[in-house]
């Protein structure tokens, strides 16, 4: 597979592995709404994403992501003027983190256009698989010409389309439109509902299925020219018997077949094509913008008809979606409309002067972009957060204030490769594979000082929840020898020197 090479590639290609694990710290000032495992997270993306592995991993169903396009503008809220080489250095270990992150059966969406629409697709194909290769959307983005541009008006822009494993994935079917079912009729009041008459020949030849046909005017047809009828003709006889050819109101047309609504796929399969009228455009984003911010309208948001779009083919209710360039926030307002779950990240300050604002707005009931169509009446809530310090300092220490369950997290993690899904009130982190792992750490075992309980002693075995099997214990040291620890089948870590450092 051929493989994009540029100045720089080889420590984009480590840097996701060297990015230290930072703690996400709360701001509770800034959170709003009800108790929530919605995120909303300010800080550098790439540190962020690598936060989120240890409780995220494979959790999440779809991504988007709209990076800054490197168009060579410098936009107000972020710099979107870097070198070529460096733009693909900073997309490289992202793109490496989000895909970790990503479900087995789950999507990622990239919007970029044509200035490095064509290098990230070689980026894709080498970190997600060209295999999975789902496709590229093209969106129409603008309604009229840019009379002043030199060459061509651009009115598109691209979404490109990878699973995580394109085997296991498939695509929702969008629902039918208002206009699709008008199609429908009930002429001759059927009781199974309304239907359309649908041809009743077909291209692929077939003796037995070319026979004349006399209706019930009399006159009596053939199947047109090179084709012929899409039936045996007793299979034709029956499904007259059950009322499904239709000769028209006065018995004299060339039979047709009913095809009730109620029998056709309740969905349509998408197409590649999105045109504004369906999923909006850039004035349309901008309309949307102004109305939680309209002293600092954000420069390039995204109308929340195409995230909604994306979230119907992607995902069910309650699926986790994840928007690591969140700008103005429509990812996340568009998935809490949609009862998603969702997680945005965003470096600048319009974390807190857009984002915030804008999902308050929803959950208190805002009633613009998708809000009629998806009946949105409000509720719900999300967190803040910011990136805190690493869980280590300057000498791979654990700092002091590190509580049970942050390490809790990253030591299963660690070992698992898996997301922690524990309360952080129990020295059993859980089992993976046969294997049991328990840490001893920070007053776990109700000591009355967090410094107690972190040896491993008959004492603390004997209280420890019990496991009939391979054992990893995390703790401050043993006091069993080595033949009682292959008795008890324990593999004893010291904390802090046998814990992993990202």
């Not at 990076?67 to 870097?82: M, Q």
């Not at 047709?256 to 969905?267: P, Y």
């Not at 949105?376 to 220490?397: A, K, N, P, S």
Request: proline letters at 5%.
């Amino acid at each position: 597979m051929p493989e994009l090479m540029w100045n720089g590639k080889e420590e984009a290609v480590k840097a996701a592995g060297r990015v230290p694990y930072r703690l996400l710290k709360e701001d509770r000032n800034l959170g709003y709404g009800d108790d929530s495992e919605n995120m909303l997270i300010q800080g550098d993306n790439l540190a962020a994403l690598k936060s989120l592995l240890p409780y995220y991993k494979e959790r999440v169903k779809c991504i988007y992501a709209d990076p800054p396009y490197n168009t060579g503008s410098a936009f107000e809220h972020y710099d979107d003027n870097v070198e070529h080489s460096t733009w693909l250095s900073l997309m490289y270990p992202r793109l490496e983190l989000l895909r970790e992150l990503l479900s087995e059966d789950g999507s990622i969406w990239i919007s970029i256009d044509d200035d490095e629409g064509q290098y990230i697709k070689v980026i894709c194909d080498e970190i997600f698989g060209r295999n999975n290769f789902v496709a590229t959307v093209v969106w129409e983005k603008k309604y009229s010409p840019q009379n002043d541009a030199k060459w061509l008006s651009d009115s598109h822009d691209y979404v490109l389309v990878y699973a995580r494993n394109k085997e296991l994935w498939r695509p929702n079917l969008l629902p039918r439109t208002d206009e699709m079912d008008k199609r429908y009729k009930n002429p001759d009041n059927d009781p199974r509902g309304v239907w359309k008459p649908a041809d009743f020949s077909v291209r692929t030849y077939n003796k037995d299925n070319d026979y004349q046909i006399t209706l019930p005017s009399g006159r009596v047809v053939n199947p047109p020219q090179g084709r012929c009828w899409g039936s045996s003709y007793d299979e034709y006889l029956s499904l007259v018997k059950e009322n499904r050819i239709w000769f028209g109101k006065n018995g004299n047309n060339v039979p047709a077949r009913k095809k009730f609504l109620n029998e056709v796929k309740q969905g349509m399969v998408a197409k590649t094509i999105w045109y504004r009228t369906e999923v909006g455009d850039n004035q349309e984003a901008k309309r949307e913008s102004r109305e939680f911010n309209s002293d600092s309208v954000f420069a390039t948001p995204k109308p929340e008809r195409l995230l909604q779009r994306i979230l119907q083919l992607s995902t069910q209710k309650s699926d986790v979606v994840l928007d690591a360039f969140l700008g103005s926030g429509t990812t996340a307002a568009v998935a809490h409309k949609m009862n998603r779950r969702y997680i945005g990240i965003e470096m600048g300050d319009h974390a807190v002067t857009h984002c915030v604002p804008r999902l308050q707005k929803v959950i208190d009931g805002e009633q613009g972009g998708i809000s009629k169509a998806v009946n949105w009446q409000g509720g719900g809530g999300f967190r803040f957060y910011r990136l805190g310090e690493t869980l280590f300092d300057e000498y791979e220490i654990i700092r002091p204030d590190i509580n049970f369950l942050e390490l809790a997290a990253h030591i299963w993690f660690t070992e698992t490769k898996r997301p922690y899904s524990g309360d952080g009130k129990s020295p059993l982190l859980g089992v993976h594979n046969g294997t049991a792992y328990y840490l001893l750490y920070n007053g776990i075992l109700g000591d009355k000082k967090p410094q107690s309980g972190n040896v491993l002693s008959r004492k603390v075995m004997s209280i420890l929840p019990p496991y009939d099997g391979p054992k990893v214990i995390y703790g401050e040291r043993t006091l069993f020898g080595a033949a009682k620890m292959q008795q008890l089948q324990i593999t004893f870590k010291h904390i802090p020197t046998e814990i992993k450092v990202y």
